[in-house]
DNA sequence: AATGAATGAGCTTTCATTCAT
DNA sequence: TATGAATGAAAGCTCATTCAT
């Protein structure tokens, strides 16, 4: 009798070792949003990237540090897509930067709801993860010292009495964060024009000779 | 049958349920606050609470209503707070109870740590559990309704142009949840004296016949 | 998340799914003979496995579908045992057929303590489990429609008047079930011999031309 | 300013402590039969008892010893009742005794669900409790004593040849078993009447003289 | 590099039992 | 006697991590 053994066949494809990190990232990030940091499972991850159980472990070392590794790449992302526009020599005009910066920060890409669930997801671990805190504030400065810079230069141009480029950056920074919030928790009785409108509203009292009340 | 081998022996002192209820509620809060929401197990609650493991599911049924009536006692504790205020007979003004409105948004009593990091902790899981993003939601649009009022009350009074109630609604309690990120997050940065600051100026431009700029 | 803080240490060897099945239902049918169904504990199943806690859910998702593949593997047992004996083509003469029958129904391998144990153990839950009762329920049919096929041959080759193979074939079954009980209730004054004895002289005096008295 | 304060009115009636037990008892052969022996909780018990959760230690010491009550309850009624038969002055002669058995046996009183459910779940649980083992293998020593003696008694009376009382009480008994358990298992395609129609012409062959045949 | 069966610590939940009232 | 809030051991199940293949 002729034994014929077939082997079962696996596919293994060896990718760059960033191609990998990349998918795993995009999986956490989906997964997250969809089921929530603590419904987010590294079956449940590697089943979105469909890959196998084991390779977390393999490219992070750890889930905490695949949760780090997503958190950065959120955080990165917005930073860079910031500083590009601050730093770009499209719009060269301060008034242009700050409007470049308010379309940034209501973009379709910035405001996906799965990115914002998973920034709200990350703050709300952050308190006692003292890692996640670390890149949340780190983020947190680059943005603010960018935007106080941009600001202060707006009110030196405009001669803007009584307004403190700090504050101004403060407050702005926090207003998108509560709009966010918004547009993450209550989707249906806020869009992200309205928001946009606030926001503009919010410079606009500011900066009157920078930016326009919004249309309506 | 369960086989329970072993006499427990103990200590036992029988209190009104609703004592009991608010004890595990006010350990929970605690220990979210300390761990974070996914490192809260009923282990440690009840550990912070001194009673014994059994006693949740006693009281709440399970770990899940437990967190549901965590999140319902701290959004009804600030609803009701804001409710007082504007209902107060106090603050007859519209002018007072806006200020009343900011002192207390900006109190220890509603921005102690503890506090803000639950309210981030629910926010972040509310994405993907339904009954938390409702619970959000009431307390949001309760919120907003009464802040709109008022503000349309000022608004009407001071003859103030081109302004919405509405949007202006928004933006304040946008704002006023980045501040609280904001002081969750970076309390080195950020203390309760600024947030408060940047959101009385917030007001001020846009009402500023019942509320000044703030003061340094 | 779920913190695992140590790292688990131990032997390891991958076995194809069919094999970790047979092994766990094989420890849970020793389990159930040994402690009874409700001192039948997954720790206990995978221990006398030599397996890991974690297998059975695995293998099998949850306790419940565990006793259920358990039970059916004891009634599909059974009913293929006696399937085989129907159509073989080794007894071809109906008497032998009802004696390999009866063999078969004492045979140690049907009879075997532990077999018996299990059976009742899912007797007794069968009430208030739906499919427990139904997986028994369907061996019943099966069990009953073939004994009573060949019952009715034996009746129509020997020309007995004012049987029912039915009630025949009921009632063989039934005493089968009632000393299977006794050999597992009473195995001092009852022995195996002596159950084939009662239930060889229940046919003998139905089908007297086909099955002789038992001899002492 | 006048205290007043309303005690909490409990409901406490001191019963004597044997009708205790038999409600106890009696709840407790209601949830075996509705739940399963595993499913029986002691809060179920008292429950369905109307009575509190600790009054099961007070009148039992534990939940074992609860059940071990109520088999000896359910065996004793059924032992008592048929040692009734046995010792009437009203069935005086013997096959009127064998008749009376019979009904006996698949009365409805006997033959209830519950009860047949109770002793199914405490055979199941038998092989692995001493105690449980020991009070049916009483119950069933008492009863084939009974029997056989009975049966002598006809067979001595008719000349019966070549009949063992042993092997008849012992093949009677577990015909009823089994026939009990088809009743509990299958009650759709088995009924008291068709059961007893085959324990009746199980007598009716063996002991002609003194049963007949079932009619239809 | 990649897989996925296997592990086992830790989770939520259950429940027999205790005991202050 | 009787109650029922409280206990805590043990249950079933989850899931990050390991490692033979």
Chains 1, 2, 3, 4 share one sequence.
């Not at 795993?24 to 196998?52: P, Y």
């Not at 547009?183 to 806020?190: D, E, G, K, N, S």
Request: charged letters at 25%; proline letters at 4%.
């Amino acid at each position: 009798m002729t034994e014929v053994l077939v082997q079962p066949l696996r596919k293994r494809r060896a990718e760059p070792p960033e191609v990998r990190r990349e998918q795993l990232i995009t999986a956490t990030i989906t997964c997250i949003a969809r089921n929530g940091m603590s419904a987010t499972t590294m079956a449940e991850v590697t089943k979105e990237a469909g890959l196998s159980q084991g390779i977390v472990n393999l490219h992070f070392e750890s889930k905490e540090k695949l949760l780090i590794a997503t958190l950065r790449t959120i955080a990165d992302e917005y930073n860079s897509g910031q500083q590009k526009i601050l730093t770009s020599s499209v719009h060269t005009a301060v008034a242009d930067k700050i409007q470049a910066l308010l379309d940034f920060d209501f973009s379709p890409r910035v405001t996906r709801k799965d990115k914002l669930a998973v920034w709200f997801a990350f703050w709300g671990e952050a308190k006692s993860r003292p890692t996640y805190q670390h890149i949340c504030s780190a983020s947190d400065i680059a943005t603010d010292a960018a935007i106080r810079s941009l600001f202060q230069q707006a009110i030196d141009e405009g001669g803007y009495r009584g307004i403190s480029a700090e504050l101004l950056a403060q407050g702005y920074t926090a207003l998108i964060d509560g709009l966010w919030l918004d547009l993450l928790i209550a989707p249906r009785r806020f869009t992200r024009k309205r928001a946009k409108q606030i926001a503009t509203l919010y410079l606009a009292n500011a900066l009157p000779q920078h930016i326009e009340p919004p249309g309506d």
